[in-house]
């Protein structure tokens, strides 16, 4: 019997395996959802399996797949460099609030949307770090499309220069959020779901780079400060001694965990190849060891220490707490009040002995307030004939603060947020755009000179004054040149004469009938025939074989489309390969090879065809 059910188990295991297209997608679906349970339980050799698999099954699915199989080896691969530090402490705190509760400067926090981010408030990212004082500032904020990128602004004189993306290599196709300087200047910690990660937000840090004067490739932080859920906030306390960052990893919909790490310089990585070692590690468990607990780093205000200080707000505290007490007693017995006249005569006789208690607990409250509030003036004239002068709005703000994780033997308290931002800032400087171009108004170039390599122009007309906006009709850009006592006018610029030919009918629809192309060699007039012959001998590619043997990274995708080239992907030998071209000019096709071996994620080389 054992032997019939294993038989009749192996062949519906093979029926499912060979089962029509709309089976195969349903068990396409069921594998993709396991790969991403198991992705998410850190099995990562078992989610790249469960990918793999999805091919056998279905050939046509492998697209759909490609995101999961990226992310799952990510993960797989950055098993074999993991960080062992050691936990200080972990607490859970409200998404809305959570970042309030590091060790920051009070009121450095302002909440979006704000000047710097019109659409944020949403999600994870709700705020923007903003201290006072503060000269040099990195941000995160929405792009056009609602994508988050990070973003720099320097306080020049009296006037903030206009925001500028950071750096394309911190840049992805998804969100970049929380980017916190480390208190040297020299490191910049982030979050983002679009670079090299393991699905969710994925920690990076970016060193600064004195020779490029610029910041370094991003690196993924990897376990245990990375993965598959959403982490992100990392931060160095100033006095050397914690790392702090956020997770949802193991927190409800509404909540995240803050943990405190021990500083560590010199981290060592080492593989950790137990899928349940390495959930232990990710789950960050505190090493509950007083001695390695220092709650200085937590309090946030250095200012604030000292026997007098403690009694000043020792006290303060006591007056709040009696204050709120007596205006929650009074407001509750305002509301008895209200209810006892409308009530039924029933009910009135209920009502009427609880305003009576309360009306007699009421004057001891009040004497119990009135004495706190004299025993904090009397601290108040001690000080003041002691000569000992306390800041009593910092005393104050401090007083205020929620105190969490006190009996754990480290501190969090809870800051405020920050009024919004009000910042002066410099118009940002237009750049004009060479694209060819009908617009309701036509524009003529702001720089007429002609860019080296092959390029041609359809000329427009020719005239004996200078052209007006009105003469162009609505075409951009538009070359004026004076030809002895003519004016030649031209629009666009293009690299090829195909592109030129394809935009010929545009401008003579215009109502220039009498357009027709020009070329160009560095500038200087050559005929279209000796233009399309020497385009035909020198053409470039960028041939780019992606590290990860599949697709190409963010940061390469970018630098791709800023060329305005053509892309193909390919398989040669079995392996992935793209191709971008065809360039004209060499010197923009090497200078796409420099921006992709910049990226160190994968060969990239460049090839020619035609005659050199």
Same mark, same amino acid.
């Given at each position: 019997m054992k032997k019939i059910t294993l038989c009749l188990f192996i062949i519906f295991s093979t029926l499912?395996?060979? =089962?029509?297209?709309? *089976?195969?997608?349903?068990? =396409?679906?069921?594998?993709?959802?396991?790969a991403d349970s198991a992705r998410q339980a850190y099995d990562f050799p078992l989610a790249v399996s469960l990918c793999q698999k999805v091919a056998e099954i279905d050939s046509t699915s492998i697209d759909r797949v490609e995101d999961m199989m990226i992310i799952c080896g990510n993960g797989q691969s950055m098993m074999d460099f993991c960080s062992q530090p050691v936990v200080v402490a972990?607490? /859970?705190?409200?998404?809305? /609030?959570?970042?309030?509760?590091?060790?920051? $400067?009070?009121?450095?926090?302002?909440?979006?949307?704000?000047?710097? /981010?019109?659409?944020? *408030?949403?999600?994870l990212s709700q705020a923007i770090y903003f201290p006072e004082g503060t000269r040099d500032l990195y941000y995160s904020a929405t792009d056009e499309n609602g994508i988050r990128n990070i973003y720099r602004t320097v306080l020049e004189d009296s006037l903030w220069a206009a925001p500028t993306l950071i750096n394309e290599q911190l840049t992805s196709s998804s969100d970049e959020i929380y980017p916190m300087l480390s208190p040297d200047g020299e490191s910049l910690f982030f979050a983002s779901k679009g670079l090299y990660g393991m699905g969710g937000y994925d920690l990076y840090v970016s060193h600064w780079n004195s020779d490029t004067g610029d910041w370094d490739i991003p690196v993924n932080m990897g376990f245990p400060y990375s993965s598959p859920y959403d982490d992100f906030l990392f931060m160095n306390t100033e006095d050397g001694k914690y790392s702090i960052f956020a997770s949802n990893r193991d927190c409800g919909k509404d909540s995240v965990r803050i943990y405190v790490l021990e500083y560590d310089s010199m981290p060592v990585r080492e593989a950790v190849t137990d899928i349940s070692a390495l959930r232990q590690l990710a789950s960050l468990i505190p090493a509950r060891d007083p001695a390695r607990m220092d709650n200085g780093a937590a309090t946030g205000d250095k200012d604030m220490s000292g026997e007098e200080a403690r009694r000043y707000m020792d006290k303060m505290r006591e007056v709040r707490?009696?204050? /709120?007490?007596?205006?929650?007693?009074?407001?509750?017995?305002?509301?008895?009040?209200?209810?006892?006249?409308?009530? @039924?005569?029933?009910?009135?006789?209920v009502l009427s002995e609880e305003i009576l208690s309360k009306e007699l607990q009421l004057p001891a409250l009040n004497d119990s307030l009135q004495k706190a509030m004299k025993g904090l003036q009397a601290l108040e004239m001690e000080f003041l004939a002691n000569g000992i002068v306390l800041d009593i709005s910092k005393?104050?703000?401090?007083?205020?603060?929620? $105190?969490?994780?006190?009996?754990? *033997?480290? @501190?969090?308290?809870?800051?405020?947020?920050?009024?919004?931002?009000?910042?002066?800032?410099?118009k940002p400087e237009r750049k004009f755009d060479?694209?060819?171009?009908?617009?309701?108004?036509?524009?003529?170039? %702001?720089?007429? @000179?002609l860019p %080296?390599?092959? =390029?041609?122009?359809?000329?427009?007309? @020719?005239?004996?004054r200078k052209a007006t906006v009105a003469d162009l009709k609505g075409l951009s850009p538009v070359f004026e040149k004076k030809s002895g006592n003519r004016y030649i006018c031209s629009a666009g610029l293009f690299r090829t004469y195909a592109d030129a030919l394809s935009n010929i009918n545009k401008v003579k629809k215009q109502g220039f009938r009498t357009a027709e192309i020009k070329a160009y060699k560095d500038g200087e007039p050559i005929s279209v025939s000796s233009a399309r012959k020497l385009e035909s001998e020198r053409l470039y590619t960028v041939v780019f074989y992606p590290g990860n043997g599949q697709s190409l990274p963010d940061g390469a995708m970018d630098a791709i489309r800023k060329t305005g080239m053509d892309v193909a992907k390919s398989v040669e030998n079995g392996a992935v390969v793209f191709k971008v071209g065809p360039f004209h000019d060499k010197a923009e096709a090497e200078e796409l090879v420099v921006a992709l071996k910049a990226l160190d994620a994968g060969d990239c080389s460049l090839t020619l065809s035609g005659n050199e």
């Open positions: 499912l395996i060979t =089962v029509p297209e709309a *089976g195969s997608q349903t068990i =396409v679906d069921r594998i993709i959802a396991q972990r607490q /859970d705190f409200p998404l809305k /609030d959570f970042l309030l509760y590091y060790p920051l $400067v009070n009121h450095g926090w302002r909440k979006t949307p704000n000047q710097l /981010d019109s659409l944020g *408030g949403t999600g707490s009696l204050r /709120d007490s007596v205006s929650r007693f009074s407001k509750g017995l305002e509301n008895l009040r209200a209810e006892y006249s409308t009530a @039924t005569e029933e009910r009135k006789a005393l104050q703000a401090r007083a205020d603060k929620d $105190v969490v994780g006190a009996s754990s *033997g480290y @501190t969090f308290t809870r800051n405020s947020y920050g009024p919004s931002p009000s910042l002066a800032m410099k060479y694209s060819f171009m009908i617009l309701p108004e036509g524009r003529f170039a %702001e720089d007429n @000179t %080296e390599g092959i =390029v041609y122009q359809i000329q427009m007309f @020719t005239q004996s």
